[in-house]
């Protein structure tokens, strides 16, 4: 088990590292080139900007049993397609049975945005940090 992160936006990066720690988990870091991040604990990987590129090069790495870190529906759904374990910022998890309604809400949106100004993301709070822990550890606990 590894945790593989979709990580330019991440809002929970070092969470990720110090429960990583904890377990003596791999963690990936994805990032495209216009962000600076080092860790001495992750392997991080800078990929060439472009449409997805940060994306597909995590989903290459992805292996059954990985636990994928991502806010981005689209390859929430192709890592699950691979068995991984996938997991929101915010703490959701992804499943086989609530993928499909949130990539068609996002298509529904996107179109929608095309006539109607749509406000974007609610703010982070403190329970969505708490809730994303607790439900990592909860995903690695459960698949250890």
């Known amino acids: ?6 990580a330019d936006a991440c809002p929970v990066k070092e969470t990720i590292i110090k429960l990583a720690k904890k377990d003596q988990i791999d963690v990936l870091m994805f990032f495209d080139t216009a962000h ?5 604990y992750a392997q991080v990987f800078m990929i060439s900007k472009g449409p997805d590129t940060v994306d ?3 989903l290459n790495k992805v292996q059954s049993g ?4 991502t806010g981005d529906y689209g390859l929430a759904s192709l890592a699950l397609t691979k068995q991984a374990y996938v997991i929101h910022p915010s703490g959701m998890i992804y ?10 809400r996002r298509s529904s949106h996107k179109k929608l945005r095309q006539h109607v100004r749509i ?9 969505d940090d708490q809730t994303f822990q607790k439900n990592l550890k909860k995903v690695i606990s459960k698949h250890k």
């Open 1 to 6: 088990m590894r945790i593989l992160v979709d």
């Open 36 to 40: 600076v991040y080092d860790n001495d």
């Open 56 to 58: 597909f090069a995590l």
């Open 66 to 69: 990985d636990i994928v870190v």
């Open 95 to 104: 499943t086989e049975d609530n993928i499909l309604n949130l990539l068609n």
């Open 119 to 127: 406000k974007g993301p609610k703010k982070r709070t403190k329970i």
